[in-house]
Structure formats: structure tokens, C-alpha cells
């Protein structure tokens, strides 16, 4: 089992401030499989990036994603009040496919 | 629109059995890979099933032959059977549209296994 880390647990910024998250898998991950996504309290969750660095529909391009094998990263250039919620990524490269245990972004 | 809605969950005691179902819309289902995840209260997410739109199935390991999921395509639904339940089973449980990451997601449905 791909096990995924990020960090770190909690990320504590004001509006406009850049956000750095960070994912870390347990093997090598093929770029194409790993997914963020983004959860608001009693929300569903909201795909962000897939596949590494595409935006999914929808998604602001102050959202972007990047990395590679076993190391990825999530960057919110210039956060807005909306933003803050728990970010989650996930791999889908191997069965089963896991999730970090997410990094919360709360408001400084 | 892509809505995706869950029913079934409730209140269940432990050892018992849940039909969870998953009515989709807005999109064609038949050629959709669909998925369940599930989420423990204030807890992160956790991957419990995949089902490929041939039919292809894939479970989480801890689940221990205990779920099955099933789709029919002429009702554009989806299934997850969950037998001997027990507490750690408590979670609100998605579905969500997509063959690798997941594109939409329903807003999930409460099951809650306690005696």
C-alpha cells in the first residue's frame, strides 16, 4: 500500500499569503495519479489537480500543482477567504488508492 | 448538471447489514467509472470501493470481503452492500464519479453502527 504524508497539519496564514502543502508518497507515485482536493466543513470534497499539475474544471489559477515519484506540492498563490478549508491529496496510481491524512489551512 | 445523490445510510447495530445507493444524473453513467469513499467524523478520507464501467471492481483491503459494490446501469444507480458492520464502520459515505481521481461527489450519506 502507497502510503501518503503531508505536511505539515495545519498551515495558519492571512488573505493573500502563499500557501506551500505538501505531499509525500511511501513509493514512487506516476506522475499522471496523484490528485488534491479540497474540503470545507460539511462539504463534499472538491477535486482541485490532477494528475499532478492540471487544474480540474472550474478551478482557479491560483491553484497549482507540481511533483514528481514520490514528492508533490500543492501552491495557493494568494489566498482568499474562500480557500481555507483542508486539503487532502490522494494517489491512484495502485490499488488501493489512498489519501494523505490532509493539511488544514486556517486563517492567521 | 452532474448531481449524485446517496441514500440508505441510518442508524444500524453492530453485526448488522446497509444498502447504501447512489442516483446519478447529468452525465452518462453507463460509461462512467463510479466509487465509494467514505469518511470517519472527524477523521480524513478513506477509499473504500471502485467499479469500472465494465464492471471491474476493486475494494480497500481492511474491508474484508464485508462490502460489495454493484452498479445498474439502466437506473443510472450505484450500490454498496456493507454486511456484519461494526463501530469502526461509522462514517459518512460518498459517491463519486471517475476513473482514477474524482471529478463530482455527492454529498454523502450518514452510517452510524452502534447497539
Known amino acids: 500500500e502507497i502510503v501518503l504524508t503531508q505536511s505539515p497539519g495545519t498551515l495558519s496564514l492571512s488573505p493573500g499569503e502563499r500557501a506551500t502543502l505538501s505531499c509525500r508518497a511511501s513509493?514512487?507515485?506516476?506522475?499522471?495519479?496523484l490528485a488534491w482536493y479540497q474540503q470545507k466543513p460539511g462539504q463534499a470534497p472538491r477535486l482541485l489537480i490532477y494528475?499532478?499539475?492540471s487544474r480540474a474544471t472550474g478551478i482557479p489559477d491560483r491553484f497549482s500543482g507540481s511533483g514528481s515519484g514520490t514528492d508533490f506540492t500543492l501552491t495557493i498563490d494568494g489566498l482568499e477567504p474562500e480557500d481555507f478549508a483542508v486539503f487532502y491529496c490522494?494517489?491512484?496510481?495502485?490499488?488501493?488508492?489512498?489519501f494523505g491524512p490532509g493539511t488544514k489551512v486556517d486563517i492567521k | 448538471e452532474v448531481r449524485l445523490v446517496e441514500s440508505g445510510g441510518g442508524l444500524v447495530k453492530p453485526g448488522g447489514s446497509l444498502r447504501l445507493s447512489c442516483a446519478a444524473s447529468?452525465?452518462?453513467?453507463?460509461?462512467?467509472?463510479m466509487n465509494w469513499v467514505r469518511q470517519a467524523p472527524g477523521k480524513g478520507l478513506e477509499w473504500v470501493s471502485s467499479?469500472?464501467?465494465?464492471?471491474?471492481?476493486l475494494y480497500a483491503d481492511s474491508l474484508k470481503g464485508r462490502f460489495t459494490i454493484s452498479r445498474d446501469n439502466a437506473n443510472n444507480s450505484l450500490y454498496l452492500q456493507m454486511d456484519s458492520l461494526g463501530a469502526e464502520d461509522t462514517a459518512v459515505y460518498y459517491c463519486?464519479?471517475?476513473?482514477?481521481?474524482?471529478?463530482?461527489w455527492g454529498q454523502g450519506t450518514l452510517v452510524t453502527v452502534s447497539s
Open positions: 513509493q514512487s507515485v506516476s506522475t499522471s495519479y
Open positions: 467499479i469500472s464501467s465494465s464492471g471491474y471492481i
Open positions: 463519486a464519479r471517475g476513473g482514477g481521481s474524482y471529478s463530482q
Open positions: 447529468g452525465f452518462t453513467f453507463s460509461t462512467s467509472s
Open positions: 490522494q494517489q491512484y496510481d495502485k490499488s488501493p488508492f489512498t
Open positions: 494528475g499532478a499539475s
